[in-house]
């Protein structure tokens, strides 16, 4: 079968970008091979080319939709990055719980959740200090472009190997039970949290206001117009001293203009007015 050309590359990764953010330029070609070779495979096409041929002749969205899941790279782990969680708990939460401890609600999003290993680490955070949220309303909205990722991350059961990627020994015990060789995270856990299917690219403005919003190892997919696009519309979703955090290495100098960077903590960016959002709704 014969490669493709850069017209067929330029309008698939076109369609792509459109739809997902993804930016896809002709050096990662080969990601088109390996991702979608399999995806292929299972239709009964002999090879990636073929599907990407077939799909350009008779644009098919359920197809399209696969393809771009198909696309996504869904890497994630318990507390990654272990800091951002630190600074969160011990930093930006117990401000906000001093600041806000009469009303008592808190909103919170994960707003490219994968499987489901960031909420769930939030979770577990909060329920490490259930004294200290007693008679809180705390929401956690974790949501995801991927049906897949998704699924798993309702079902909550993980691998052996992912247990063991930045879950502290005494949580597992804690707030895993053993099923078969994989580990189900327990119901009160899991209830804490709503998954809901949502693209970045979206209207955010259903989803309402939050105080804190984890958007981390997304944006560096998209190029500038796209991260631009995303980072307007989740700076008008935080609520007034409401923190921003982004990936370590995601640099958006000039990007965030009504945020600011926060001088201590890594990734984060607050909001000191009140959000566009929240003004309309008043
Ligand atoms: C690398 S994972 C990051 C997961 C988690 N935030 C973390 O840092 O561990 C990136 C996730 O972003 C999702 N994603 C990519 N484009 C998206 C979009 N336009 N809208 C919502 N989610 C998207 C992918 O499906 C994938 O699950």
Known sequence: MSNLTATEFTTIADIIQK?????????KIYLLETRLTPF????GMADYKLLLRDVLANPNDVILTEIIEAMMTNETY?????APFSNIDEDFLSKFRKQNATEKKLRIWCAACSTGQEPYSLAMMFNEKVVEWQGWSIEILATDISELPLARARAGVYTQFEVQRGLPINLLMKYFTQVDENWKIIPKIASAVKFQ????LDSMSGLGCFDLILCRNVLIYFNQAGKIKVLESLERQLNRNGALVLGASEAVFGLLPTLQPSPDLRGFYIRSEPSIASTIAA
Do not use: E, V
């Open 19 to 27: 739809r997902s953010g993804l930016m896809l330029t002709m050096d």
């Open 78 to 82: 318990f507390f990654r990055d272990k």
């Open 40 to 43: 292929a495979r299972r239709r």
């Open 197 to 200: 299917k949502f693209n970045l």
